[in-house]
């Protein structure tokens, strides 16, 4: 009988090696040769829309990027910046980086009052937060490089859009509602957004149409000189804030070698500095891959214990080691070399939390935001098109330019105002990321392209302010190591973990409370007062098959379309 058992064991292990092999069944949707996902279904529509009319995964990233303008003013823009990772269908991939920099007149110590400390609200509210956008010479670029419809044919989509309105969302509604006194401080109650919108009205946006109107007839110089660059900053100007026609002309969009690397028999492709997205996604990567996380079981114990202690060491030295690569060195080989990462998790014990004071000293408070819009494109061609965009905050600095019928930003707090103190997301910043005049401020933004078996196998993204990253990585790790569809590695619970301060982050609902009071008996801090959504990823999955299977994020009012 011994034998039998045994034979019967190998037969039942040789089975569920096979099921693990199948890839998940799809569960969000599917379509057979292209799709966009992103925050609005407007901006999917006109995205899709472009490429049935012949245009590639570019073209659609230009239409969504201005669709998301008018349909998502929260962070859709033309007056913030980003970044792109995009893979032809031949293989070839790249990135462009379209963040935002700060004025020449900026300096060091420009948010800090006569005793050095940092002034309350001015990074984040009003004229003087704002650094110089890069959203218009970021579409224009990929126009120039890899367009394939006419630039105006593109634009007269969304200039359509923004003439015939928007309806306004149950979300959308309450988000306008509980910011609509800091809009009416910050501007007058006369401002566009001073009024009441309730769901189902519509919103139209005659002024910015305009404003699309110049740029579609005079490409970059629409928006970055003449009339357009004229109001704009006399506009800031008149508010407080530093922006002058120089600075605007002066702008210009970098195409940039992305971070690429290896988990396993993935290919990852993400955006490198100024964006800390891919250097410290890699870092995480890196550390936990000696582990088999599947076979722990998604958002056990033990999953959550590795993953957070690798964020915990991969935040550390984001915070410390990262900022602009044209105005600091940045030690990426020392960062990503295999020793130096085994040697960050030598002091790794399944039984109890290493602290971060051990890495770090700091005690600060967490800020979580839903900031900033991702959207992930694939054509019929094949290629693929992953972005992150963003005012920086909610609507940005507040400030709203009616005249010409947009937000703008207040990306400079994402500088380090004051080396150790943090900034509204509670990341704490070194001397790498000061405020130097010209430079990119440093982002979590993380914009992630994933081969597998050298095919093109995801492309994925999200908002969220610091918990980016996490959220792009166990998206990933859902698909990959826990074998779930693309929709439901989307919907899946998330938790983050930042380094400081030193709390683990739970999504409501989501996990047990016997997992966390395992969790707190080996001595993690559990965030047990505020429980946010975490990131609103929006990804797509290449199917075995060819087809496409989008993942929407049901925490927002993200859509997934194509044909």
Excluded at 360 to 373: N, V
Aim: aromatic share 10%.
């Amino acid at each position: 009988m011994k034998p039998l058992k045994y034979v019967l064991a190998l037969f039942t292990l040789i089975i569920c090696l096979h099921c693990k092999q199948n890839p998940a069944t799809p569960t969000g949707t599917v379509t057979e040769n292209a799709m966009v996902v992103s925050a609005r279904q407007e901006a999917s529509e006109i995205g899709s829309k472009i490429m049935k009319e012949g245009g590639n995964a570019f073209d659609a990233m230009i239409g969504t990027q201005l669709a998301l303008a008018v349909a998502y003013p929260r962070a859709g823009n033309i007056s913030g910046g980003g970044f792109m990772v995009y893979r032809q269908a031949d293989g070839t991939i790249g990135s462009l980086d379209f963040r935002e920099k700060a004025p020449k007149s900026a300096q060091k110590d420009m948010y800090l009052d006569s005793l050095d400390n940092v002034i309350p609200n001015m990074s984040t509210l009003g004229a003087a937060s704002i650094g110089v956008p890069g959203s218009v010479a970021g579409i224009i670029e990929v126009h120039k490089k890899f367009g394939k419809l006419p630039l105006k044919q593109i634009f007269e989509l969304v200039i359509a859009l923004a003439e015939n309105g928007v309806e306004v969302t149950a979300k959308q509604a309450e988000i306008l509602k509980n910011y609509r006194e800091v809009f009416i401080k910050v501007n007058s109650d006369s401002t566009k957004f001073a009024q009441v919108y309730k769901e189902g009205d519509k919103i139209t946006y005659p002024n910015l149409a305009k404003t699309l109107r110049a740029i579609a007839e005079h490409g970059r110089d629409g928006f970055y000189k003449g009339e357009v660059a004229k109001k704009l900053a006399n506009f800031i100007q008149a508010n407080g804030g530093f922006i002058t026609e120089d600075d605007l002309a002066s702008y210009e969009a970098i195409w940039r070698t992305p971070v690429v690397f290896q988990y396993k028999d993935l290919n990852i492709i993400s955006m490198g500095p100024p964006s800390s997205g891919g250097v410290t996604m890699n870092q995480i990567f890196e550390m936990i891959e000696p582990y088999n996380i599947a076979s722990f079981g998604h958002n056990s114990d033990k999953a959550i214990q590795l993953f957070t202690e690798a964020s915990r060491r991969a935040y550390a030295d984001r915070n410390y080691f990262l900022g602009d690569p044209d105005f600091v060195d940045i030690p990426t080989s020392f960062l990503l070399n295999n020793n130096y990462l085994a040697n960050r998790m030598a002091d790794f014990s399944w039984k109890k939390a290493t602290k971060s004071e051990a890495i770090a000293h700091g005690k600060l408070e967490i800020i979580e935001s839903m900031e900033t819009t991702h959207y992930s494109i694939v054509d019929q061609e094949g290629n693929a098109v992953s972005v992150t965009t963003t005012l920086n905050g909610n609507f940005g600095s507040k400030l709203y330019c009616d005249e010409l019928g947009f937000f703008l930003n207040n990306e400079m707090d994402d500088f380090s105002a004051k080396a150790g103190v943090p900034n509204m997301f509670g990341l704490v910043g070194a001397e790498a990321n000061s405020i130097e005049p010209e430079k990119r401020m440093l982002s979590s933004m993380t914009p992630t392209i994933v081969e597998k078996d050298g095919q093109l196998w995801m492309v994925v993204g999200t908002p969220g302010g610091s918990t980016i990253i996490t959220a792009v990585a166990q998206t990933i790790l859902n698909g990959y190591e826990f074998n779930m569809s693309m929709q439901d590695a989307v919907n899946a619970p998330r938790f983050h973990h930042q380094w400081l301060p030193d709390v683990v982050i739970f999504e409501p609902n989501g996990f047990s409370s016997s997992l966390k009071e395992k969790l707190k008996s080996k001595g993690y801090i559990i965030n047990e007062e505020r429980t946010p959504i975490i990131g609103k990823v929006d990804a797509i999955r290449v199917l075995s098959d060819g087809r496409l299977e989008g993942g929407a994020d049901p925490r927002g009012d993200d859509s997934a379309i194509g044909f």
